[in-house]
């Protein structure tokens, strides 16, 4: 479709995205509480560890997972990618909305909550498209940054990634709860 508006001519062409399935992980816990997720989109790797630095230092987060969701490799810097990071200590809904807020993640990811179950969801799955073929492999684990709190994390989700990620995360928190469940989405996306 062609439309000429003044002197510029705009050229619009309409085009079907794919539906891509995976699964994802709520942030809400068992016993009604939250955990900060955050989800950056095509930034440097520096801006996330910045984040993280910030928010353990003035928020006593204690120690996170950095995950890489995805890596644009034809920027000039491999730094440059999608990011996800989870923390394991419980807050109150509106303190880890305000957490959010105070980083420099993607904005749609911080209007999240609004969104089905009214918390933060992040994949941790494989994206799949209708022919059943890998299109995204799932996030992988750069590192944990530790860092020491005495706020209790949630066993769960602990429990959920070291399993997934082979590795041990539960030696990092000095207090822990005893809830055992995650909650996990299967959706839709592009």
């Not at 560890?49 to 810097?77: A, H, P, R």
């Not at 996030?139 to 602990?158: C, D, M, Q, R």
């Not at 041990?168 to 822990?176: P, Q, Y």
Request: glycine share 4%; hydrophobic share 40%; proline share 2%.
């Amino acid at each position: 479709m062609e439309l000429k508006i003044f002197n510029h001519l705009l050229l619009f062409k309409i085009v079907k995205l794919p539906v891509l399935a995976t699964i994802g992980i709520t942030n809400r816990t068992e016993d009604g509480y939250f955990v900060v997720f955050l989800d950056y989109d095509e930034v440097e790797r520096k801006v996330v560890e910045e984040d993280i630095d910030f928010l353990q230092k003035n928020y006593d987060l204690g120690s996170c997972l950095l995950l890489e969701s995805s890596v644009d490799y034809t920027k000039e810097t491999t730094e440059v990618g999608n990011y996800h990071v989870i923390f394991f200590t419980k807050h109150k809904f509106p303190e880890v909305r305000e957490i959010i807020n105070l980083t420099r993640c993607d904005e749609h990811f911080k209007r999240g909550w609004m969104y089905q179950g009214r918390c933060w969801v992040l994949r941790i799955a494989d994206k799949i498209n209708d022919k059943k073929e890998v299109v995204k492999p799932r996030p992988k684990l750069l590192k944990i940054v530790e860092a020491s709190t005495n706020k209790e994390a949630n066993l769960g989700l602990i429990l959920f990634f070291e399993k997934l990620y082979k590795t041990k995360i539960r030696d990092l928190f000095t207090k822990v709860d005893n809830t055992t469940k995650v909650e996990l989405i299967d959706y839709v996306t592009r």
